[in-house]
Antibody, heavy 118, light 111 residues
Framework: QITLKESGPTLVKPTQTLTLTCTFS??????????VGWIRQPPGKALEWLAL???????RYSPSLKSRLTITKDTSKNQVVLTMTNMDPVDTATYYC??????????WGQGTLVTVSS | QSALTQPASVSGSPGQSITISCTGT?????????VSWYQQHPGKAPKLMIY???NRPSGVSNRFSGSKSGNTASLTISGLQAEDEADYFC???????????FGGGTKLTVL
C-alpha cells in the first residue's frame, strides 16, 4: 500500500524559505521509473505542478518557478524534500506530494496548508 | 488561468449521467494519451479515477469512464450517487518543460 505524507511549517513569513518534507511508504525511490512530485493548490484555485524527482536523481521543475525551487531525495529515509525560496503571500496554498509512475501521479498525500503572512 | 479548461460546475440527479469536459491543446491533450482524472472530496487527497484517457484503476467503479476527441477529454459518471459529489480535475502530460498541466477543477453537485 502506497502512502505519502507532507510535513513542514504551516506559517512562513514573506521572503523566507519554505522547506517541505514528503515521507512515503509502500515503494522505493530507487526503483526504475518511479518518481515523486510536488503539486500545490491555492485556496479555491487550480492545481499547479511544481517539481519532480526520479529514481535516477533526474529533476524537473516548473519553468515559472524553477529559480526558486530545489527538490532532493533521501532514498534511505524514504523522503523527498522541496525548498522554495523568497516566499510571498501568493504562495499560500495546500502543497501535495505524489507518487509518479508512467507519466501519472497515481497516489497523493493529503496535503499541507502553508500560509505566507507577516 | 489553468492550462486545461473545465466547466466550473455540473450537476445531476441520482441515477442520471453527467459528463465533464477538459479542453487542452495539440501540445498536451491532443498529442498524448496521458490524460488522467481525479476525484477530490473536501479536505481529502485527490483520488485517481481514470488514467491514460480511459483506464480505470483497480477498485474504481465502472460507472466512471473516460474518453478523448481531439484536444478535449471527457469524464462520464453514470448512475450518479450521492457520494460522487466532489471536485473533479483533469491532468495531462505535455512533453514540454512544463511536463504536467492540470484543469481548474469542476464541482459536481448531486441534486
Amino acid at each position: 500500500q502506497i502512502t505519502l505524507k507532507e510535513s513542514g511549517p504551516t506559517l512562513v513569513k514573506p521572503t523566507q524559505t519554505l522547506t517541505l518534507t514528503c515521507t512515503f511508504s509502500g515503494f522505493s525511490l530507487s526503483t526504475s521509473g518511479v518518481g515523486v512530485g510536488w503539486i500545490r493548490q491555492p485556496p479555491g484555485k487550480a492545481l499547479e505542478w511544481l517539481a519532480l524527482i526520479y529514481w535516477n536523481d533526474d529533476k524537473r521543475y516548473s519553468p515559472s518557478l524553477k529559480s526558486r525551487l530545489t527538490i532532493t531525495k533521501d532514498t534511505s529515509k524514504n523522503q523527498v524534500v522541496l525548498t522554495m525560496t523568497n516566499m510571498d503571500p501568493v504562495d499560500t496554498a495546500t502543497y501535495y506530494c505524489a507518487h509518479r509512475l508512467r507519466r501519472l501521479f497515481d497516489y497523493w498525500g493529503q496535503g499541507t496548508l502553508v500560509t505566507v503572512s507577516s | 488561468q489553468s492550462a486545461l479548461t473545465q466547466p466550473a460546475s455540473v450537476s445531476g440527479s441520482p441515477g442520471q449521467s453527467i459528463t465533464i469536459s477538459c479542453t487542452g491543446t495539440s501540445s498536451d491533450v491532443g498529442d498524448y494519451n496521458y490524460v488522467s482524472w481525479y476525484q477530490q472530496h473536501p479536505g481529502k487527497a485527490p483520488k485517481l479515477m481514470i488514467y491514460d484517457v480511459s483506464n480505470r484503476p483497480s477498485g474504481v467503479s465502472n460507472r466512471f469512464s473516460g474518453s478523448k476527441s481531439g484536444n478535449t477529454a471527457s469524464l462520464t459518471i453514470s448512475g450518479l450517487q450521492a457520494e460522487d459529489e466532489a471536485d473533479y480535475f483533469c491532468s495531462s502530460y505535455t512533453g514540454s518543460s512544463t511536463l504536467v498541466v492540470f484543469g481548474g477543477g469542476t464541482k459536481l453537485t448531486v441534486l
